[in-house]
């Protein structure tokens, strides 16, 4: 067990001592303190504090009564039933009996052209819907308008001259290679010739295909990247002629 150590007893223990007492250093204060208080209440809403709000206290007098609260109308005034006097207007009379109708009134109308007139025709029309929804059958495309037209089932136009079009350019491309191959500067490639041309082509492209399915898979080197892009180069470049061939039935090649 750990023993409690007293402090050894001394005389001078006992005199009184006196107590010293610390002043604290004063209170920090800004020297802007003032400018900041008028600025706040400068811009402190009079209406936004914390609280019940400081107003007039009403008067015992002023409780409120009954129908205080109801609108009023304004009250009526001299001008305003000469008003509603002045805005109706009175009909005239009702004829008596004893009374002698005009005489002598003559009109311009005819009454026999109008009563013989052809009335007009109505539109036709058709129902829609169950509430007697009317449109007219003019615009409506139930009334077979278009092949009743001048013009209905001929060729338009501008087809008749893309079509003029076409034809003057295909006879022109036909000329231009029939004069070029008069002169020898052009042979036509037989369909023996274009199949020999086509099956080395796509024998070749065989050789290349096994060579780059050869090739190693890591590629560390510029020498093995650079054989990768060359191979898919010629690849890609017999892939092209291959679908040109296989298009065109019809081929021509220079000469020389």
Same mark, same amino acid.
């Given at each position: ?11 001078? !223990? ?30 402190? /809403?009079?209406? =936004? ?11 015992? /007098? ?28 009175? +009909?005239?009379?009702?004829?008596? =009996? ?22 007009? +025709? ?5 129902? /829609? ?9 003019? !615009? ?10 001048? %013009? ?14 076409? #034809?003057?350019?295909?006879? $022109?491309?036909? !000329?231009?290679?029939?004069?070029? =191959?008069?002169?020898?500067?052009? +042979?036509? @490639?037989?369909?023996?010739? #274009?199949?020999?041309?086509? $099956?080395? @082509?796509?024998?070749?492209? %065989? ?7 050869? @090739?190693? @898979? ?5 020498? +093995?990247k650079s054989h990768k892009e060359r191979l898919e180069a010629e690849m890609k470049?017999?892939? !092209? ?16």
């Amino acid at each position: 067990m750990s023993q409690v150590v007293h402090p050894p007893e001394s005389v001078y !223990n006992l005199i009184p001592r006196e107590e010293v007492q610390i002043q604290k250093p004063p209170r920090y204060m800004s020297k802007f303190r003032p400018t900041v208080v008028l600025e706040k209440k400068a811009t402190k /809403d009079a209406m =936004r504090t914390m609280g019940p709000a400081k107003v007039e206290v009403p008067s015992p /007098d002023k409780y409120l009564k009954k129908h205080s609260k109801e609108p009023k109308l304004p009250e009526k005034t001299q001008r305003s039933e000469e008003v509603h006097r002045t805005c109706t207007a009175r +009909k005239p009379a009702v004829p008596a =009996r004893t009374d002698i109708p005009p005489m002598g009134i003559h009109t311009k109308r005819d009454f026999i052209k109008t009563a013989t007139a052809v009335p007009m +025709k109505p539109q036709p029309a058709c129902v /829609d819907t169950s509430k007697g929804q009317k449109q007219l059958l003019e !615009n409506s495309g139930l009334v077979p308008k278009y092949i009743k037209k001048k %013009d209905y089932g001929e060729v338009p136009e501008y087809l008749l001259q893309r079509s003029e079009e076409e #034809r003057r350019a295909k006879e $022109e491309y036909d !000329n231009f290679v029939r004069e070029q =191959r008069e002169q020898g500067a052009m +042979k036509h @490639l037989s369909d023996v010739e #274009r199949q020999a041309v086509l $099956e080395g @082509l796509k024998k070749s492209w %065989d050789q290349l295909h096994h060579e780059y399915q050869g @090739l190693s @898979l890591i590629i560390d080197t510029m020498s +093995k990247k650079s054989h990768k892009e060359r191979l898919e180069a010629e690849m890609k470049q017999l892939e !092209n002629d291959i679908k040109l061939f296989e298009r065109f039935k019809t081929v021509y090649i220079p000469k020389n």
